[in-house]
């Protein structure tokens, strides 16, 4: 179970977030901010206490929390971030983290490493990390070796298509996964309950599981019924200015 969610607020600075997808258009700040009111509400009918941090209109992509850190039961990891424009955002994230983990429970990755959050999947005990464009393999090795010290296990997935190992693939536990694209083959997931996204809801991948309720995003009905039929309550968002800049629903916060 979750105890804790901790959110930052957008900025105006999110339309000059990073992207791949230019096409859908730059982000609606006032739709943006009400999107993220619902996500807080949301996040606090599934029963978490949420942390609220203000933006940094310094950091564009500042509201994608997840990528900063991995916070498991028994340590925190701050991320270094792949993107350079995004590093400092770590760093914002520390006297944060401080006040739930003490500094013996506080591992960091640095440079040459680089690690995101996004690529980070937690299932129990064990931790699937994504060999993508934003962590590198001494990312993944200094993440390995810190999760290790705290008797945690980890294995790494390599991503050919998607930004980041949760864009594409996760958990939503009771041995139940979301599957898209390249991972529905993957070996690494072979003995999981597979839910299959279809090419055409491939964004819908990306749902989130907080106290035996699932998050889905809105605008993905097949994901949205794979989710209920798996027997969860459902809670659906409207995620569309997150999702013009590469966003989901687990991006926007850090949960633990
Ligand atoms: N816009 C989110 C990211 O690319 O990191």
Redesign the pocket.
């Known amino acids: 179970m979750f105890k804790n969610v901790i959110v930052r607020r957008p900025g105006r600075s999110l339309a000059e977030?990073?992207?791949?997808a230019p096409e859908l258009g730059k982000p609606d700040y006032e739709l943006a901010l009400k999107q993220h009111d619902a996500y807080i509400k949301a996040l606090e009918e599934c029963g978490v206490k949420v942390t609220v941090l203000e933006a940094l209109e310094e950091y564009p992509?500042s509201c994608?929390v997840e990528?900063t850190a991995v916070l498991t039961k028994r340590c925190a990891i701050i991320s270094n971030?792949g993107?350079s424009t995004?590093r400092g955002e770590s760093v914002l994230m520390i006297d944060t983290i401080k006040k739930f983990y003490s500094d013996d429970q506080i591992e960091y990755i640095t440079s040459p490493g680089a690690m995101?959050g996004?690529d980070v999947m937690m299932v129990g005990n064990h931790f699937y990390i994504g060999l993508s464009a934003?962590t590198n393999e001494e990312g993944c090795r200094q993440f390995k070796e810190a999760l290790e010290k705290y008797g945690h296990t980890c294995s790494v997935v390599s991503l050919e298509e998607v930004?980041h190992l949760k864009t594409g693939v996760n958990y939503i536990e009771n041995n139940n996964m979301l599957v898209s694209g390249e991972f529905i083959e993957k070996e690494d997931f072979k003995s999981f309950n597979k839910i299959i996204v279809p090419e055409n809801e491939a964004y819908g991948a990306n749902c989130i599981w907080i106290n035996d309720i699932v998050i889905v995003p809105e605008g993905y009905p097949t994901v949205e019924k794979g989710v209920r039929d798996a027997g969860y309550k459902v809670i659906v968002l409207d995620t569309s200015e997150y999702k013009k800049?590469?966003?989901g629903l687990s991006?926007l916060s850090l949960r633990f």
């Open positions: 977030g990073i992207t791949s992509d994608f990528d971030p993107a995004r995101e996004g934003r930004l800049l590469d966003g991006c």
